[in-house]
């Protein structure tokens, strides 16, 4: 196990290089200037140099890169180019609204998701299976933002049961939170309980099939009890592994599902600086996700290798 967390920490560290390499090549090649930008349309030349000098925007790229590196080798994402504020401490001003969406997304996918994948695994071929596979397809092809936009006018505008958009702290108003966080919730998880639910129905259906469920048919085993018991723990090293990759869903969820409901968040703060042309903040966000993503799949190898020990090194 030890050797695992060894390895897996090794390989993060030329994962998140070739993201910051990549993220600073994409990012100077994207069009628009954040000097004329910052300078205003009618800055002269002379005002929109002096900017670009300022931000060190008028050096060498390969400068510029080796610059940045240095600066996020010892922690530091830089400052923004509008605000002037460190881009960490922005992202950790808008930390806690994106964490309890994402936490509350998870929290609902997890609670509902594999539930049902079981059953339709279970009940193979029936109305419930038919049921969760419609919805799993329906989850894959209506993209977040029509979710976002279909409960809000049904819960919201229609029924009137539900704020439209905003934030409240749990730790502020936690009954005015929770009314806040139904939507945007269910309109992220959404897309990942679809993943979830047909991955788990496969993975369970695939374990139904072998002979140690057969023989606990034989003994007379109660059927509850062989699917939640034997059958869905042994399919669980699959699940574990998708919900680790859906986390590439979930964050680029968050940044659409924040626009949608105003959520004051990191994935908010993702589109304002890009539409700024704000490099520092938008390269800081990027290697922000880019790490949490890596973080979550190694927990996810190291969950696998202790529900399974054949994935272990």
């Given amino acids: 196990m030890v050797r695992l967390v060894i390895w897996r920490i090794a390989l993060a560290v030329p994962v998140m290089l070739i993201v910051a390499t990549i993220v600073f090549v994409l990012l100077r090649l994207s069009p628009g200037d954040p000097a004329t930008i910052i300078a205003g349309d ?20 390969p400068i510029q890169y080796l610059t940045w590196i240095g600066e996020l080798l010892r922690g530091n994402l830089g400052v923004s180019i509008l605000s002037k504020q460190p881009v960490l401490s922005q992202i950790g001003d808008r930390l806690e609204p994106t964490l309890v969406l994402a936490f509350s997304a998870m929290l609902l996918t997890i609670l509902i998701a594999i539930p049902l994948g079981a059953v339709a695994a279970w009940q193979r071929g029936s109305w419930i299976d038919r049921a969760v596979m419609a919805l799993s397809v329906v989850g894959f092809s209506v993209p977040v933002f029509v979710t976002g936009y279909v409960l809000i006018l049904c819960l919201s505008i229609y029924a009137d049961l539900l704020p ?59 059927n509850k009890r062989i699917l939640w018991m034997h059958a869905l723990p042994n399919a669980a090293v699959p699940i574990i592994t998708v919900i680790g990759l859906g986390i590439a869903l979930l964050i680029s969820g968050v940044v659409v599902t924040e626009s949608v409901f105003n959520i004051p968040g ?48």
């Fill in 164 to 222: 439209v958009q905003g934030y409240v702290s749990p730790f502020a108003d936690p009954l005015s939170a929770l009314r806040h966080l139904i939507l945007p919730s269910l309109s992220l998880a959404f897309l990942f309980m679809a993943l979830i639910a047909r991955v788990t129905r496969s993975s369970v259906l695939e374990i139904l099939g072998e002979d140690f469920i057969r023989t606990a048919r034989a003994k007379g085993g109660r």
């Fill in 42 to 61: 009618t800055a002269s030349p002379e005002v929109v140099a002096h900017v670009r000098a300022e931000l060190g925007l008028d050096r060498a790229i």
């Fill in 266 to 313: 990191v994935g908010r703060l993702t589109i304002d600086a890009i539409l700024a042309r704000d490099y520092p903040v938008v390269q800081g966000l990027i290697m922000f996700f880019a790490l949490i993503y890596v973080v979550v799949n190694m927990v996810i190898d190291i969950a696998c290798a202790f529900v399974d020990p054949r994935v272990r090194l």
